[in-house]
């Protein structure tokens, strides 16, 4: 079993920064994969970014998050550091746990069989 945990949500003004952490444990392999996801209100949850735990091979959602936004990872903790943040990044972010094996598409949140709880950014 795996079990993660997020930290560093908040609230923040339109053009601020924050850092969300993914502590991760438990039974992990050396071919996961790590995303951050978020879900607004009435929309469906979709990725943000992604990291390969093997290889740190990373992927972002689109140009307009990859510009502001940055996955990394030390030891078993993968964090999302958000600059410029916008309104329309409010929403509850999720950090999750893929195995390499899993079918499916890497920012595809049904790939991804392990989550954690969330965490709330709100961007006024």
């Known amino acids: 079993h795996v079990q993660l945990v997020e930290s560093g949500g908040g609230s923040v003004q339109a053009g601020g920064s924050l850092r969300l952490s993914c502590k991760v444990s438990?039974?992990?392999?050396?071919?996961?994969?790590v995303g951050w996801f978020r879900q607004a209100a009435g929309k469906e949850r979709e990725g943000v970014a992604v990291?390969?735990?093997?290889?740190?091979?990373i992927v972002y959602s689109d140009d307009s998050v990859e510009g502001r936004f940055t996955i990394s990872r030390d030891k078993n903790t993968v964090y999302l550091q958000m600059n410029s943040l916008k309104p329309e990044d409010t929403a509850m972010y999720y950090c999750?746990?893929?195995?390499?094996?899993?079918?499916?598409?890497?920012?595809?949140?049904?790939?991804?069989?392990?989550w954690g709880q969330g965490t709330q950014v709100t961007v006024s």
């Open positions: 438990g039974e992990t392999e050396g071919d996961d994969y």
């Open positions: 990291i390969y735990v093997g290889g740190g091979w």
């Open positions: 999750a746990l893929s195995r390499g094996s899993a079918s499916g598409s890497i920012l595809q949140a049904s790939r991804y069989r392990y």
